[in-house]
C-alpha cells in the first residue's frame, strides 16, 4: 500500500510563488508516474503535471505551463510542485497521485493512489 502525504499548501497573494510536497512511502518508486491534480469547488478534479519517476520525464496542463514545475528527490522519496506566477483561478485543493507504469496520462482513473490534498488558496 501506497501512502502519499501532501503539505505546503497555504494563501498566497496573486503573483506569489508556492511549493508543494508530496512525501511517498513506497520504497521505490522507478516504475511510477507521479502527478498532480486539482480540485477548484464546483469542479471536476483536473490534471495539473506529471513526472515519470525513472526518467524525470514531465507533463503538464497547457493552463499551468511555464508557471508550475515539478520535481522529484530521489533521496526523499518526495515530489515536489512549484507554482509560480500565481492566480486567483490557481485556488483549488491539491492532490498528490501515483500510477503505476510510465505511460503518462491525465486521467484520474488511471492513478492508483491519491494523498488527502492541500489547499492552495489565491487573493487577488
Known amino acids: 500500500q501506497v501512502q502519499l502525504v501532501e503539505s505546503g499548501g497555504g494563501l498566497v497573494q496573486a503573483g506569489g510563488s508556492l511549493r508543494l510536497s508530496c512525501a511517498a512511502s513506497l520504497r521505490t518508486f522507478s516504475n511510477y508516474v507521479m502527478g498532480w491534480f486539482r480540485q477548484a469547488p464546483g469542479k471536476e478534479r483536473e490534471f495539473v503535471a506529471a513526472?515519470?519517476?525513472?526518467?524525470?520525464?514531465?507533463y503538464y496542463a497547457d493552463s499551468v505551463k511555464g508557471r508550475f514545475a515539478i520535481s522529484r528527490d530521489n533521496a526523499r522519496n518526495t515530489v515536489y510542485l512549484q507554482m509560480n506566477s500565481l492566480k486567483p483561478e490557481d485556488t483549488a485543493v491539491y492532490y498528490c497521485?501515483?500510477?503505476?507504469?510510465?505511460?503518462?496520462?491525465?486521467?484520474?482513473?488511471?492513478?492508483?493512489?491519491w494523498g488527502q490534498g492541500t489547499q492552495v488558496t489565491v487573493s487577488s
Open positions: 497521485a501515483a500510477k503505476s507504469g510510465v505511460v503518462f496520462t491525465t486521467e484520474t482513473v488511471r492513478y492508483n493512489y
Open positions: 513526472i515519470r519517476w525513472s526518467s524525470s520525464s514531465t
